[in-house]
DNA sequence: AATAATAATAGGAACTATTACTATTTAAGT
DNA sequence: ACTTAAATAGTAATAGTTCCTATTATTATT
């Protein structure tokens, strides 16, 4: 999982560790998934309906280009926007889930 | 729908629904839903594998109090930062998805 | 008002991502 | 080797949502 930059699905994850483990269960993942998310190994992010794992444990947002499909991660969401929650709206703010959709930098003239 | 200033579920509305058109159908709830979503009447949100729906048309952000389960509208993404996002990252924003998980005010001594 | 054409609906089946369950296997400790 | 505990495969179950079809409601046409 770590060898990809994407953000896999459990499907995905499932099928690839097929190759090696021809008769892994799609449940072993989905339970080792929860745990590495619990322990903070991986980050759970939920894209529409759908939950993708992210390798990247640090705090940080997408982007989610509509022509290709991509979600690139980026950092957004900072101290002072933070500080700005708390100032504006009285709200402690643990997590952030912000995926932000456009178009990348490759469809661009 | 308007009446209420939570972000129901379909399942919500279709029972709200169901108080005066005892004999509606779940599929109805939906199918009506997407159109009013399509044609920007509503908004989807997605809120972690669930689907919610807001009447407020205007782009704005939520914060979820992880306390009282609270979704509140707040206006955070604006225009400096669909710029940062223009410069720093060449990515064209149209929209965004942005959850903030926390601690509202009704919780803080 | 009767008829034809069109759209919307109920009801339920189908689908998808995920979780729960259980008998069996694997691993660890003694 | 034997016991205990944890992990797994395989499958059933669930939840949210979409799809399908026969029927009903609505609108337009004469």
């Given at each position: ?21 021809p ?6 993942v ?39 499909g ?40």
């Open positions: 999982m770590e060898s990809t930059n994407i953000h896999p699905t459990a499907d995905w994850i499932f099928n690839q560790a097929k190759i090696n483990i008769n892994i269960s799609l449940g072993t989905y339970r080792n998934l929860k745990q590495l998310s619990d322990e903070g190994d991986i980050r759970t992010i939920h894209d529409g309906a759908i939950a993708r794992y992210d390798c990247n444990k640090d705090r940080h947002d997408h982007l989610r280009c509509k022509v290709c991509d979600l690139i991660d980026v950092q957004l969401f900072d101290d002072d926007l933070r500080k700005i929650v708390k100032k504006k709206y009285k709200f402690e703010a643990d997590d952030v889930e912000m995926t932000i959709i456009g178009t990348c930098k490759k469809h661009t003239k």
